[in-house]
Structures are given as C-alpha cells and as structure tokens.
C-alpha cells in the first residue's frame, strides 16, 4: 500500500491521479505529510450507487432558492447552553466555546446574560442622553449616533462570573460550561471620548454613570480616564446592527473589563465627580476576601486561556497526529505567548498565535501534537503584554481565597485516557 493507502479507503479514478502528477512535487510534499498526520486508515462513507459522492457524475440536485436573509446549514448543531429555570430572563446562556472556529464568535451564539430580560426596543424611540457635569448636556437619537465618525475592534466580553465553577476542586466538566460565560466580536460605533467632549466636560468631572433602559435599568460606575481611553458606544457586532441580547441600539462596550460594566441598552450617561456605587458594584461584581472584606471596582478582566481541543466530552479517535488548540485573552491588552503543557504542567512548549494578534480579544493558539496512546493532562497558559502569566488553580486560591465567585482565570487542566475520553482533570 502506499501513503495514499492510509487515507483514503479506496484508490482513485485515473482521471484524478493525471491531474495530481501535473504538480507531483507539491502533491508528494503535501501527502507526505497528511500521511504522517494520520495513522489510522479512514474510511469513506458511501451513497447508495455505491461510489464516493465525490465521484458520483449524476445529475446533482437543483437547491432552494436564494434568500432575503441566511441561516445555516442544518446539518450544524452548535447551540448555547440554555438554563433550566423558573425564570429565564434573569438569567445567562453559554457560548459552545468549543465550537467555535478561529476568534469571532457568531452573533447567534454570543452568550447572554440578562438580569430583567431583553427588552424590544424601537430604534427611532431611542434617546440617549448624555448629562450631569458637562457644558452642554445632549439628547441623542440613534441616527445622530450613526452620523458621527466610527470605529470598529475586535474586542471580548466577558462575565466576572465566568469559570465561577473552577473555583470548586472538581470543576466543570466541559468549555461550555466552564468557561462559557465569554465571547468576541468585531463591534462598530462611535468613541465615548468623542461625544464626552461634544458635551464638553467640566473641570470636577471624574466618573460616570451609565444606566440601560431594560426593566432593572443596570447601572455601573466608570472613571473618566476608562472612558476617555477606549470606551465605546457601539450599534453594530459583526458586521451587522447588534444584537436584541447584546443591547439593541446602543451598548456601552468597556474594552477588557467585566461584562457587567458594559451595560446593555443605553439610554442615559451622567458625568459626575464620584463612583455611584450602584447595586450591581457593591451588593454584587466585588471579591469578597479571605478577611471578610470585599475588594470594590475589580474591572480587568485577567490572562486567561483553555484548550478547547481536546477538551471536556470530547473522544480522541486513538493515537496519532491531533491539532491542540484553543483560546487565550486578556482584558490588559494582547496576549503575548501561550504555553501548552501534555504532561500535567511538567513541561511547557510554546504554541502558535493566530495573527492578527487583538488588544483585548481572543486570541486563537493552535498546536501540533502527536498523542502516544497513554494517559496524559494537557493544560494551556497564557501570558499578556504586561508580563502577566496566568496562575493555576492553587496559586489563585492561595492569592485570593476561596470566598469569591468572580474573576476566576486559573489555567484548565483536561485528562486525556487511553481509550480517547476527555474529563475535566
Ligand atoms: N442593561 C443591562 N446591561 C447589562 C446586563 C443587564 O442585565 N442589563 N447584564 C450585564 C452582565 S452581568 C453581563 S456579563 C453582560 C452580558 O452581555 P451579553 O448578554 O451581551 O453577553 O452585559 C451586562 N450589561
Ligand atoms: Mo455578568
């Protein structure tokens, strides 16, 4: 048998090996190397003539017509966890992180989190007020947001009380469920600091205040040197207007802080010289110490990685040639170095990063592996531009005990057995 033998289950038509000998070389290089990658032999799957559909020369099927708006194959079954509770509203749904692809997250499956529910919002009713200490307090409809000068970034959004499970030894047995609480999307609006200085600040502005216009009216404390750095008010996520459940019209976006920060359905802004020290930063969103104390205004949401293959729930077809990969960010800026460890934390090797590489986005690492068959832990580390590195489980819990259920970045360990199973480790 040659190389071709270990992957494909039967031998091409003739036609197909002409074409390929036109650029012999490159194809030899190329299946040399899939050759290696695979040692199993596959097999193809066949219709009901018996052949490849690949080689199949019938007529082919006439599709569905062209349509106003898409949906995606339904072959592809990729869903957001949805909780089973009595009041789903005040609730969140989870991002299948695992099945995700490159570092966009779809606006599908973006994950939720809803305190009152998502409310239905026309756009022409909306107003966004801008007021408190400035010189000239604004009332703004969504179409003088749109003619004002835009950006778009690729940032994350992550829930403080994302990976809230590792903070137990046993951990979730999954990515969805562990680290679920977290996505990234290519968001488009207008700088805050641009309509701050329309409204001109005055000289004892420090923070300010910004409220949603949902029932619970979400309302979260900034300091102005966030604000005027690279705070945006966004109207658009991946290339289309934003989502109802990510805060349709108009979305704060705190780049890199906790996702609690970026409130929803903005309606008003109040520049003021204090925090507020609303509901949801002081009774909740704050770390409660080993001491009893709770730490106020925890924002940056630190280094964090995971592999998300092979991970939680997933099998491993047998020994071989596998692609690690997974996800890394960090809410100080660009991830710098992902390290992969397949032997419990003993050894470290450096991953690739995809390019390019975002500030204060998800950032893809990928990594060649050849799996030998035994059991082994493979665990990832991020490290960010500020030279951060992403602690393990035990070192949070010595830094910050274990009363608090926000903020956990600890590193995630994965327990590959023999016969190919992935449990939380
Ligand atoms: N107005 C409003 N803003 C809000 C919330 C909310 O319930 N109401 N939830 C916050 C929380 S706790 C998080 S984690 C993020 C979730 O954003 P997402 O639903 O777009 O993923 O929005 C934040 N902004
Ligand atoms: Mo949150």
Same mark, same amino acid.
């Given at each position: ?33 899939? %050759? ?5 032999? !596959? ?61 966009? !997250? ?76 977290? %996505? ?46 690279? $705070? ?65 205004? !925890? ?51 450096? $991953? ?21 068959? !035994?059991?082994?832990?493979?665990? %990832? ?45």
């Amino acid at each position: 048998m040659n190389t071709f033998g270990t992957l494909l289950s039967k031998q091409m038509p003739s036609r197909f090996v002409t074409i390929s000998l036109m650029s012999e070389q490159a194809h030899r290089r190329r299946f040399l190397q899939l %050759s290696a990658l695979l040692t199993a032999a !596959t097999s193809c799957s066949t219709n009901n003539t018996g052949r490849d559909p690949a080689e199949d020369d019938g007529p082919g099927q006439l599709g569905k017509a062209v349509s106003a708006y898409g949906d995606r194959s339904p072959f592809e079954k990729a869903k957001r966890l949805t909780p089973d509770v009595k009041n789903p509203q005040v609730a969140s749904s989870r991002t299948p992180l695992a099945d995700i692809y490159g570092i966009i !997250t779809p606006n599908s499956l973006h994950f939720e989190r809803h305190h009152s529910g998502v409310p239905s919002i026309d756009p022409a009713q909306h107003r966004l007020m801008i007021h408190g200490m400035v010189d000239r307090p604004l009332m703004l409809t969504v179409a003088d947001i749109k003619r004002l000068p835009s950006t778009s970034r690729v940032h994350f959004v992550e829930c403080s009380g994302n990976s809230g499970s590792e903070w137990s030894a046993k951990g979730a047995p999954d990515v969805m469920r562990a680290h679920g609480l977290a %996505s990234c999307c290519e968001w488009t609006g207008v700088s805050l600091k641009l309509l701050l200085e329309e409204a001109g600040l005055k000289r004892e502005a420090k923070w300010l205040v910004a409220e949603g216009a949902d029932a619970c009216k979400m309302s979260r404390s900034v300091p102005l040197t966030k604000a005027l750095d690279d $705070a945006m008010i966004v109207y658009a996520q991946n290339g289309e207007a934003i989502r109802p459940e990510q805060g349709y019209p108009l979305r704060l976006l705190v780049p890199g802080w906790e996702g609690n920060i970026n409130v929803k359905w903005l309606r008003r802004i109040k520049v003021t010289d204090t925090a507020y020290y609303t509901k949801d930063e002081t009774s909740k969103y704050t770390e409660l110490m080993p001491d009893g104390k709770s730490w106020l205004f !925890t924002w940056p949401m630190d280094a964090k990685s995971f592999v998300t293959y092979p991970s939680g729930g997933q099998k491993l077809a047998g020994a071989g040639q596998y692609e690690i990969t997974g996800l890394a960010w960090s809410g100080r800026g660009k991830i710098t170095k992902v390290e992969v460890s397949v032997d419990g934390g003993k050894t470290w090797q450096t $991953a690739n990063l995809q390019e390019p590489v975002f500030s204060k986005a998800f950032t893809r690492f990928r990594l060649p592996w050849k799996w030998d068959g !035994t059991d082994v832990t493979i665990t %990832s580390r991020a490290t960010d531009e500020t030279g951060y590195v992403q602690p393990s489980r035990d070192e949070l819990v010595a830094s910050r005990g274990k009363n608090s259920n926000y903020h956990n970045n600890a590193t995630k360990p994965w327990k590959i057995a023999a016969d190919g199973s992935v449990t939380n480790a």
